[in-house]
């Protein structure tokens, strides 16, 4: 050993923190619990945008995209707790098992759209906060180091419960402005200048859980228009809006996870926040291909109607976008040549919308080929476009 005193660089980041195997014995895995908690999630949202298919007015897709906003926010603090922390006993799992049954109930709650049941949700919602609130404090218990990262969110988490508790109490719509409220609040500390309290993100195992839910929701996509497809007789229009609908979940599959998981999330205090965040959009936009689709399918045999049009480019014009953000966010080579080419997608996609909005030309089986013929090409150019903006793959 040697003599003399080893420099330390003070400067460097702490070595990463190696997730511990937590399988024990006579109790199941904890990456079963983690997929399990998706599916819940996934369910849920299956039951508000099979609710759409019953109402399907602007006004009823914005409640579903408010109610899928304050579920999913739910779902990324949990994860990202799961990803910090090493603390999985019997407590934990418990508080996690009811956590997701109060989620499908919420779901349920909400399904009846914005005039009937919302003054059920925020109160459930509230209770979901506390229990949210109560992992992070049990959390802290059993792992002192993650005191500083848990208390900013059980206050956080228990003040957003007190703001969705009374909403029956609220002007209706006006809850919405206090709903927003709640949700900034309990989102503020992941907008901290340190949003992890100094802890260290498990990388791997953050882009595994955001790649899981995302296909999850990717299937779910499909799946939905299969069963409005099969609620009638099989037609010519849903044989082809079902297979529009499965090449554009197919390409943007091949578009995520052909860049998304090797880029990661950006270091840097917040990146790791504006890489999550990045996906709430892109979520959402993924339910609503599966909600156009669904409008397409029961839409007079041949014929586009103005008001379908954005159910069709609307969600792919925000798939392209959250695409772009989270390419410019990555630290892969050619990633600014690529985004352009997404860009562009989303401008070709929203133009084909306009035009469609205006007169006819395609009707729906074509409107539905020629937007996923878009998606194929683009699948096709994104490789050649990043091995042209950077050949020798060093940018």
Known sequence: ????????????????????????????????????????FVAAIV?????FSNSPTLEDFGWLAIVFALLWLVWMQ?????????????????????????????????????????EYVGPIYSVILVLLAAMHWHTSR?????????RRRIVACLIGALVFAPTALYPDPGYLIFWAMGFLIVLAPSLHPD???GRRVDNEHLVERFGAFTIIM???????????????????????SLTGTFLIVFAVWWLY????????????????????MAHLPLHLAIVGIAVGAARASNSPEGELEPDVVPYLTVPLVVVMCALVVLELLAGRSGRRAVAVLYMATALVVGTMGLVATTNDPLGIEGMSLALAAVMAATVVLAPRVREFADPEGIG
Not at 47 to 51: C, H
Not at 142 to 150: D, F, I, L, R, W
Not at 223 to 234: H, W
């Open 218 to 240: 990717l299937g779910e996509s499909f799946v939905k228009t299969a069963l409005t497809a099969s609620e009638g007789e099989m037609a010519g229009l849903d044989l082809i």
């Open 257 to 276: 996870f052909a860049d998304v998981p090797d880029g990661g999330p950006p270091t840097g205090p917040r990146g790791h926040t504006a890489w999550m």
């Open 142 to 150: 059993v792992e002192a180091a993650m005191g500083v990262y848990t």
């Open 195 to 197: 949003p992890l309290g």
């Open 47 to 51: 039951v508000l945008s099979d609710s």
């Open 78 to 118: 949990t994860s990202l707790l799961f990803n910090l922390s090493d603390s999985d006993d019997t407590l934990m799992r418990f508080m996690v098992l009811g956590q997701m049954m109060l989620i499908v109930l919420a779901a349920v709650s909400a399904a009846d759209g914005v005039l009937e049941h919302s």
């Open 1 to 40: 050993m040697p003599s003399y005193p080893v420099a330390v660089d003070t400067t460097a980041p702490p070595p990463p923190r190696h997730r511990t195997d937590r399988r024990r014995i006579g109790v199941p895995p904890s990456a079963t619990l983690e997929l399990f908690y998706d599916l819940i």
